[in-house]
């Protein structure tokens, strides 16, 4: 489990425990939740439509078998269920705005009972973008409810008639894979509902999308170029666990996720152009364009590796590469050439 996810879900149900840091524990708990969802947004904002029902380890056992879109639909549903059927006991989000079938969601339930190519044909059904959408209104009124609970409340439990109502919304399936649901959270009380479903649950899940993400991301980059546009390696970036390559659709780099169109600035400007890379243009020792703003930490390696390019290709380029790790201990390429962009490239010329 992430390091820090991890530690703040301790530390959160430390705090919750105890009347006098109680408040301290719902602040934590919303921190943590925000965190998470961060991680939520990236991945919806950054990966194309088609990354949400792909399976890259289907069969496997585990949480990261699933699609991202089941898996966003698998955690806000159950979240819906347990804080407004038995925490709130109002109306869910799922149906107070019609979110369904603005979805196009085939089913109300949480999903359990679904496995395999269900799972995947079923993602092909969801509207990604009214998905998240839907995952963020329940998101905010849970954190609503959460704020709202005191101390004394963390103790309330569940009886038959709680049991019994849950059944009647036919919000879990009643099948083997699924149907024990409903007695897990009626076993428990407020509090050990903050621990699954909102808490370590979102972890446990969102952990498994970012396994998938970078699956993905490594299935997408083969025999694709490990050029970068701006005149990086794919091969040699510390980004590359995590990042597709900007010359496919799952492009995760820095100037791409900060993107509004989710697009790395120099990807773009080259495609326009209708060159290969920024080391093909004449103004690649004064252009300031996304990853050689001046700001960026590194804008010089960048510049010194797309000038270095243009004078002796991508292969020499390349290879100049496995030469400098081997001779240099360092995680990214602006340790060792970031001093300035031609001290940069009298170091590549040298190694
Ligand atoms: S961040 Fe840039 S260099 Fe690194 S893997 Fe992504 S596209 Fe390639
Ligand atoms: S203008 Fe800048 S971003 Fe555009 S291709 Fe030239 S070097 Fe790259």
Known sequence: MDKNWSDMNKEMQALIAKKATFQDGI??????RKSLFEQITQIVTSFPEE???RMPFAGAEGYHSKTL?????HIFRIEDIVAHEMIAEDQQVLFSRDFRAAIHAPIITTGNELSGDEIAEFSRQLDVKELYRYAQAVMQSTDQILMELKCPDLKRRFGEDMIEKLKRTGCVSSTESA??????WCGKDVQGLIRMPFSRHWIMHVEAMQRIKNRLCKLE????????????SCNHCFLSEWCGSCRTEYNTCSYATVSPDGKCPNAVCCQEKGIDGCYECDLIETCERGFYTPANDGANAARAQAVYINKYGKQAFLKVHDRLQEKYDFTTTQEILGQGWREGLRILEES
């Open 27 to 32: 602040n934590k708990l919303l921190a943590l």
């Open 51 to 53: 990354a949400f029902c």
């Open 69 to 73: 879109a089941y898996s966003i639909w």
């Open 179 to 184: 149907g024990w649901l409903i007695e897990y």
């Open 221 to 232: 980059r083969k025999g694709v170029d490990p050029v970068a546009y701006c005149g990086f």
